[in-house]
């Protein structure tokens, strides 16, 4: 069974800075067929699209609201996509959560989340 674990978050003022993992595992799961994305839900909002990184780690993709502020990373040989934010709002509370995509049809598992809750 696939299984996708988030881990990092918690609570961080203004300006400060988490670093979220998420780690694969299962017998069947080959990590490099995955493209990975971070996605996070706000209190009282939709969930949006956050970072993505190819297979292969070549290409990534931000949201505007986000970029210049967090980088997206993967480490193939330990199954692990990680998520750096730094300069972090209070419009960055969420749970986020990752997604593996495979490559050459539309297999998706998620993660089941971690919160991160900027205040001051």
């Known amino acids: 069974q696939v299984q996708l674990v988030e881990s990092g978050g918690g609570s961080v003022q203004p300006g400060g800075s988490l670093r979220l993992s998420c780690v694969a595992s299962g017998f069947t799961f080959n990590f490099n067929y995955y493209a990975m994305y971070w996605y996070r839900h706000p209190p009282?909002?939709?969930?949006?699209?956050?970072?993505s990184i190819t297979s292969g780690?070549?290409?990534?993709?931000?949201?505007?609201?986000?970029?210049?502020?967090?980088?997206i990373s993967r480490d193939n040989a330990r199954?692990?996509?990680?998520?750096?934010?730094?300069s972090l709002r209070p419009e960055d509370t969420a749970v986020y959560y990752c997604k593996a995509r495979?490559?050459?049809?539309?297999?998706?598992?998620?993660?089941?989340g971690t919160l991160v809750t900027v205040s001051s």
């Open 44 to 51: 009282g909002k939709e969930r949006e699209l956050v970072a």
């Open 57 to 71: 780690g070549a290409l990534t993709n931000y949201a505007d609201s986000v970029k210049g502020r967090f980088t």
């Open 79 to 86: 199954n692990t996509v990680y998520l750096q934010m730094n």
């Open 102 to 112: 495979r490559n050459y049809d539309t297999l998706e598992y998620w993660g089941k």
